[in-house]
């Protein structure tokens, strides 16, 4: 996976996609901020979710953004996706490996280095470690601090991809302790001042 230092953000969908999102994304990608576009709809049905996913992922072709499929290979497949983002509680690395083949795969290691260990070992494309800072997305169950960015960063080159309430206050925190992304949704998207295109100007 090559690395684009200036596109250091893995964009996370919001949980519900209304019909001015398509718009938005458009300017959020015209920056070219973005690497990773994650499609997180929990709620949805699998139909919803496919006619999405296709809309979202013609777009993402277009700004040259790897399109992911929240927790489901099989989605990601149907969807010929570039690769899904797999939690401890989702299908196995090893299974989503023979049904997507050599797509991108990146797994959620919480706060965990044994975690980490073990996904590493699996050929994760990317390891998700987290939360760094409260987070308005998900209830946080994991904390994590810098130093254990540090310890991972001693024992892997797999890219490690920041999680949990980053914003234009703290994030280069994260990015001088070496994550090589920071996964990012409510600032962008539920941001109660600015609008999705500003508020992505603030990372720089």
């Known amino acids: 996976m090559r690395i684009n230092k200036k596109k250091f953000i893995y964009l996370i969908s919001p949980s519900k996609i209304n019909k001015s999102f398509?718009?938005?994304?458009?300017?959020?990608?015209?920056?070219?901020k973005v690497s990773f576009f994650q499609l997180r709809l929990k709620k949805e049905?699998?139909?919803?979710?496919?006619?999405?996913?296709?809309?979202?992922k013609k777009i993402c072709k277009r700004f040259n953004v790897k399109f992911l499929?929240?927790?489901?290979a099989l989605i990601a497949k149907r969807l010929n996706a570039d690769g899904c983002h797999l939690g401890q509680k989702d299908m196995n690395i090893v299974?989503?490996?023979k049904l997507i083949g050599d797509k991108i795969i990146g797994v959620t290691c919480h706060n965990s280095i044994k975690l980490a260990?073990?996904?590493?070992?699996?050929?994760?494309?990317?390891?998700?470690?987290?939360?760094?800072?409260?987070?308005k997305t998900k209830k946080i169950k994991y904390k994590a601090s810098t130093n254990l960015l540090k310890k991972v960063k001693k024992i892997t080159k797999t890219?490690?991809?920041?999680?949990?309430?980053i914003n234009s206050n703290n994030?280069?925190?994260?990015?001088?302790?070496?994550a090589n992304f920071l996964a990012i949704s409510a600032y962008i998207w539920n941001n109660e001042k600015l609008i999705p295109a500003e508020a992505i100007k603030k990372l720089k």
């Open 22 to 32: 398509y718009q938005d994304l458009i300017k959020v990608l015209q920056q070219k």
């Open 171 to 178: 994030y280069k925190k994260l990015l001088l302790n070496k």
């Open 69 to 72: 499929v929240n927790d489901n």
């Open 159 to 165: 890219p490690i991809v920041a999680v949990g309430g």
């Open 45 to 56: 049905t699998l139909k919803k979710k496919i006619i999405i996913g296709e809309k979202i």
């Open 117 to 135: 260990k073990i996904a590493i070992k699996n050929k994760a494309d990317y390891i998700a470690l987290g939360a760094f800072n409260h987070s």
């Open 95 to 97: 299974k989503a490996r």
